[in-house]
């Protein structure tokens, strides 16, 4: 069994629906860990050994939260620039997360559409991610496409969030369970692209 660490990241969780839903269809499942980043550093004062244990500790890493000028919240950043050092993220003698998945989850306000090359956007949440590729390859970490919710602008139906949140549990359990292809999973466009592709049967 894979332990899996959510670092979850939204400033307003109180105005949240979609990351809130999600969040709330992992929460307290065997195996995964809830690291709320703003409600532990509300001053930013991130404890790095405590997130660097953290992350040791589990095997697959991933970062939750609303996508934000294409981007990440401020704190996950912070996140990024503080925990991530050298000799022990990457380099020579940095190998602390070998061979652990790592992996955004992302609501987005554009609909899908708009996040093609010909759409408003002009680039793809894949594409959007490539810091984060970039940064899996640099820490020998297996980088997978991210788990992405688009078109909350419109106005999403409850059912439908409810329904995300049912798919985002679903895979949480396969990756704990081992019932992923990984080498597929990394084909993908979007992890959740297609479920029944990805997760096979349960
Ligand atoms: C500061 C800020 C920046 C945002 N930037 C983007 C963006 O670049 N692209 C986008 O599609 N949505 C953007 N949004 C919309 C959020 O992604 C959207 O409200 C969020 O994913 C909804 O999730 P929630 O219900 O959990 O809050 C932005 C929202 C805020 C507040």
Redesign the pocket.
């Known amino acids: 069994m894979k332990k899996i660490l959510i670092n979850f990241a939204?400033p307003?969780k109180s105005?949240?629906?979609?990351?809130?839903t999600l969040r709330k269809a992992v929460e307290g499942l065997e195996g995964v860990t809830l690291n709320d980043l703003y409600q532990a550093y509300p001053d930013f004062m991130i404890d790095i050994e405590r997130e660097k244990q953290l992350s040791e500790e589990h095997d697959v890493i991933i970062f939750q939260y609303?996508?934000?000028?294409?981007?990440t919240p401020s704190i996950v950043k912070e996140w990024f620039d503080l925990v991530l050092e050298h000799d022990w993220a990457y380099g020579s003698k940095g190998n602390a997360l070998k061979g652990k998945l790592f992996f955004q989850v992302?609501?987005?306000?554009?609909d899908g559409a708009?996040y093609q090359k010909e759409g408003f956007?002009e680039f793809s949440l894949k594409e959007l991610s490539a810091p984060f590729r970039a940064t899996a390859k640099l820490c020998k970490l297996v980088w997978l496409p991210p788990f992405a919710?688009?078109g909350?602008?419109s106005g999403l139906p409850t059912a439908e969030i409810l329904r995300h949140g049912e798919s985002y549990r679903r895979t949480i359990i396969a990756l704990r369970d081992e019932r992923v292809d990984i080498e597929q999973a990394k084909l993908l466009e979007l992890l959740n692209a297609d479920l029944n592709q990805l997760i096979g049967s349960e």
């Open positions: 939204h307003a105005r949240s629906s979609v990351n809130k609303p996508l934000y000028w294409y981007s992302i609501s987005a306000g554009g708009s956007n919710i688009t909350v602008h």
